[in-house]
């Protein structure tokens, strides 16, 4: 019980860091997982040689061009997305008839079956407000002089009952009586009240975004040293912790199979993300619909997220549709030719591709991802899979746990 209770307690001290501090570990996680995302390339730069001579590229140069290649390519994609996303808000005023009357329609539906469901239960309701009349009479009929209720009647005797009196309400002076400020007393106030609000959300904007590129600024930093340091790390931590051989051997085969699992998983959903934003775009653009760019893009950022990516991606294409088209059948086309991409993916290239580097079991994932989701956001979601990984790879290492490692693994 004392060994359980300490469990308990250290498991909600982590819990509670990872929440506190998750300002500064969800870019450095990130930046750790994308590096094993990135490292594939680093090593092929690596490889590459200088024409005429045996030099092959250093570690630090090829860390750097990767590095500049993922900055480059994440900001242009946030330009897109942006461009987009202002296009269709720029847009959505002129659907607004539109988007109204469909609402009224949908609600004038809801109205209509609400009424028929009603009209189908008052034959109902009024049977059994029937039957209970009928038992009430009943039970009057066969009641007793000594169950009526006595009837009210008035004191007797030369007693009146007592008076009360009711105090007028406080007269207000007249408006027209009132004293009065100067005229510009309250747009003065107002202007103040005004400049506050706007200043105060100025600030807290700015705060945002200062936040905001703080965080990347810390990503892209520990993305690049732990790119350039990661196999003098490697050596570091085996020297640290293998100070036997056995331990040195555990930790070799650790470090293998983190490689192995989670390195090829990341970088595979990386490249069959890509190609999947790459298909949808072109066949919702082959399709006639517009911002097929943005669709994809979205599709393939939600494909990292198992189960709920692919529903919540399956709004965007119909919403497109609906203010483009307005036909519900062009919305459900959409939807369904969203949701066949996404399950072709799903259950056939994925298990294919990479079916032998994620062995966790599906309820261990769907639970991962509501905890990290509701721990880091959607980052969190993101990163669910990849730290479960990690997690089961060093629990089947580790002899106290082997429960965690058997109910993670697949």
Not at 242 to 261: K, S, Y
Request: aromatic share 8%; proline share 6%.
């Amino acid at each position: 019980m004392i060994r359980g209770a300490l469990v308990v307690m250290a498991l909600g001290v982590v819990i509670t860091f990872l929440y506190i501090a998750r300002v500064i570990l969800i870019p450095v996680v990130l930046a750790i997982f994308l590096a094993y995302v990135l490292n594939p390339l680093v090593l092929g730069l690596q490889k590459l040689r200088v024409p005429g001579t045996d030099l092959h590229m250093p570690r630090s140069l090829a860390t750097t061009v990767v590095v500049l290649m993922t900055v480059a390519s994440t900001s242009a994609l946030g330009v897109l997305l942006a461009d987009q996303a202002r296009q269709l808000a720029a847009e959505l005023p002129q659907y607004a008839g539109r988007i109204t009357s469909s609402v009224r329609d949908v609600r004038m539906r809801l109205l209509d079956f609400q009424d028929r469901v009603e009209e189908t239960l008052d034959p109902i309701r009024r049977t059994a407000i029937d039957q209970a009349d009928d038992t009430s009479h009943s039970e009057q009929a066969g009641g007793t002089p000594g169950n009526e209720m006595p009837s009210a009647e008035p004191p007797s005797g030369d007693e009146a009952p007592p008076r009360v009196q009711v105090e007028a309400p406080p007269q207000l002076p007249d408006a027209r009586q009132r004293p009065r400020g100067p005229p510009q007393s309250f747009i003065v106030d107002q202007a103040g009240d005004l400049w506050l609000s706007a200043s105060s959300y100025l600030a807290g904007s700015l705060t945002g975004l200062v936040g905001i590129l703080v965080q990347a600024m810390t990503c892209v930093f520990v993305l690049f040293f732990t790119l350039v340091q990661g196999p003098a790390f490697r050596q570091k931590t085996l020297r640290i912790m293998g100070t036997t051989e056995p331990r040195r051997e555990a930790m070799l085969e650790v470090f293998q199979d983190i490689n192995h699992d989670v390195q090829g998983y990341l970088f595979g959903r990386f490249i069959i993300n890509t190609c999947l934003a790459v298909i949808v775009s072109l066949v919702f653009f082959a399709f006639g619909l517009r911002y097929a760019l943005l669709i994809g893009i979205f599709a393939g950022l939600l494909n990292f997220i198992p189960y709920v990516g692919a529903i919540i991606g399956m709004f965007i294409p119909a919403l497109v549709a609906f203010i483009q088209f307005g036909d519900v059948s062009t919305v459900l086309w959409s939807a369904f030719i969203y949701l066949t991409l996404t399950g072709v993916e799903g259950n056939l290239i994925t298990p294919i591709a990479l079916g032998r580097h994620l062995r966790l079991n599906s309820l261990a994932v769907l639970l991962g991802l509501l905890f990290w989701g509701w721990l880091w956001g959607a980052i969190g979601m993101l990163l669910a899979i990849p730290i479960l990984a990690v997690l089961r790879v060093v629990a089947e290492h580790v002899d106290d746990m082997q429960p965690v490692a058997e109910l993670l693994r697949g």
